[in-house]
């Protein structure tokens, strides 16, 4: 890259970021809400792996979060770029220090090569957890055959993985379809001349043939295309239709933008314009978080970037069924525009984000990881990991240096999951050319005594058995704690080049019931469950009580 392009880049930064985050800082905001202390303990829990490659690895760096072996406890798919992808076991102990176990899962040196990102799923409904993995060239789906094993399923389903560089997914089931539709996001066509500035890719959805055998025997190109880094499936207007949410990187192409697509059931997909209430948003989009922040019924988004990120809402003084959004991120103290610890006052490059409750006070958080792309001059080199905790008054505080997670690595792909099962939210998190960090949640306490911050809750939802959609992708899990709720989607997709299947977790601070109630993908909704705190439950369909789970 050429120093003049860097100097444009560092400029178009500047003008984008809100005028208090170029004037000096404030004292910082201290968080009223407790603050979790995190213990790194990957080399001890049996983690050695890396990230790395040349620069079509500078992005991606994925990890996905499943459970692989039928013991209900999430394992975790680590991307590796240029080395092998590698799948760890969780051996963690229940309450204890975090441990795994590397494991073959059956695959080719060609196939667990290449690897940027992955995606749980369960494709072909048989209940076994399968993925989507994308790679520089052709992308994967692979099998589930339990006991940590996969097979590659391309010719037995007709997919064609091409071969472009892919570095976002999602997946959704559309309504009458037994199949799930997927979406892959690819990045720079290589292969065009003058690569890369200006040559993004398009993008594809792949949609079951709609017979009772599952096949994708042709992709609908998204064009144009403009760089994807991550996309999520989100009925963003409630409407029971989800459309296709994508972000893109500026960097690469000229008169681009942030992108929702409407995909019809049964009709081709059509781009949002600004005759529909879409407004031109360019940023160097990276990641995306989708979180019902105040239970409206209408999701808010956290877009990460080079400089700022976005935090969008639908704005309320317009139509509610057209999507025009505000971005509210400096009301709400979360631009993380820069780094918040350290003398590195350069713009930040954000990557993963992804909320979730991690002290269990039932307000949603935010995890961003940062790192600079590579060894960019006008960007921070020094640039941690943000940990934003939800407050009371609706705004966030940072608090990663605090709560130990400001290390100085280049973060990319991570993940938020309880590992050893104790109710508390662990961090892993995929670096560029660097150890993987892997931080045990030890509540308000230390690692030899870790306790609780808040009671809490995991549910699990599955759909009847042999029937389409197992997993209840793209439900919408309501949480009754006292007089207000917290909700959350199913979802499969967003946060960058990684995901998780498996357990939801939500806090309920001092609260020890709760009432649980499901929104099905077909709209219909559950009755109440009434639940006890600090339990995992699985919820079937249909069922007249939420069933208990003990972790051994």
């Known amino acids: ?44 829990a049996g983690i050695e792996h890396t990230y790395d490659g040349a620069w079509e690895f500078f992005v991606g760096g994925g990890v996905a979060i499943f459970d692989c072996n039928g013991d209900r406890r999430p394992d975790m798919f680590l991307a590796g770029g240029k080395n092998p992808a590698q799948l760890y076991e969780n051996r963690s102990p229940t309450g204890g220090a975090l441990a795994f176990k590397a494991r073959d899962i059956g695959l080719t040196d060609r196939q667990v090569t290449r690897v940027l990102g992955a995606y749980p799923l369960d494709f072909d409904n048989d209940g076994i957890v399968d993925l989507a993995v994308l790679r520089l060239g052709e992308n994967l789906l692979l099998k589930g055959k339990g006991d940590c094993r996969f097979e590659e399923a391309n010719r037995a389903l007709a997919f064609d993985g091409g071969r472009e560089w ?33 040559t993004c890719h398009d993008n594809f959805l792949f949609r079951p043939d709609g017979t009772d055998k599952l096949r994708y025997d042709e992709a609908t190109r998204l064009t144009p295309g403009y760089c994807a880094l991550s996309m999520l499936f989100t009925d963003w207007n409630r409407s029971g239709e989800p459309s296709l949410r994508i972000s893109n ?35 160097w989009g990276m990641g995306i978080a989708s979180i019902d922040l105040n239970d409206d019924g209408y999701p808010e988004y956290a877009l990460t970037s080079m400089g700022d990120t976005k935090l969008q809402t639908l704005d309320a003084e317009a139509d ?11 009301d709400r103290g979360a631009t993380a525009h820069r780094p918040y ?7 930040s490059t954000g990557w993963h984000s992804e909320f979730q409750d991690v002290n269990n006070d039932t307000l949603w958080d935010l995890f961003i990881a940062k790192g600079n792309v590579e060894a960019m001059p006008d960007f921070a080199a020094f640039d941690p990991d943000d940990l934003l905790l939800g407050q009371w008054d609706e705004k966030f505080v940072e608090v990663g240096d605090t709560a130990g997670i400001a290390l100085n690595r280049r973060g990319r792909g991570a993940g938020l999951a309880d590992f050893n099962m104790d109710g508390l939210l662990d961090l892993v998190v995929v670096n560029r050319a660097g150890p ?58 967003a946060g960058h080049a990684s995901g998780q299947l498996g357990f939801v977790h939500f806090g309920l601070g001092v609260s020890e019931r709760a009432q649980v109630r499901i929104r099905w993908p077909d709209g219909d909704w559950s009755h109440a469950y009434r639940v006890f705190a600090n339990s995992h439950v699985i919820i079937e369909r249909g069922a007249d009580k939420a069933r208990l789970w003990y972790p051994e």
């Open 320 to 330: 509610e069924t057209v999507p025009v959004y505000r971005d509210i991120a400096f």
């Open 436 to 493: 993987v960090s892997l931080f045990r949640n030890v509540g308000a306490g230390t690692a030899e005594q870790p306790r609780p911050l808040g009671n809490w809750l995991a549910v699990e939802i599955r759909q009847e058995r042999h029937q389409p959609n197992r997993y209840g992708v793209g439900a919408k899990i309501s949480v009754k704690i006292g007089n207000r709720s917290v909700v959350r989607d199913v979802q499969i997709g």
């Open 341 to 347: 610890t350290g003398d590195d006052l350069r713009p």
């Open 166 to 198: 892919t570095t976002g997914f999602s997946a959704v089931w559309e309504q009458g379809q037994t199949y799930p539709t997927l979406a892959f996001g690819n990045y720079v066509d290589r292969s065009k001349p003058g690569s890369p500035w200006g």
């Open 249 to 283: 990187d500026r960097q690469y192409y000229r008169g681009g933008e942030e992108q929702l697509w409407a995909v019809p059931p049964g009709r081709p997909p059509r781009a949002y314009r600004r005759a529909d209430g879409w407004r031109h948003l360019k940023i």
């Open 1 to 44: 890259m050429s120093r003049y392009a860097i100097r444009f880049i560092l400029t178009l930064t500047a003008l984008a970021l809100p005028a208090a985050a170029l004037a000096e800082d404030a004292p910082r905001p201290v968080s009223s809400a407790p603050v979790p202390h995190f213990v790194e303990e990957a080399a001890k």
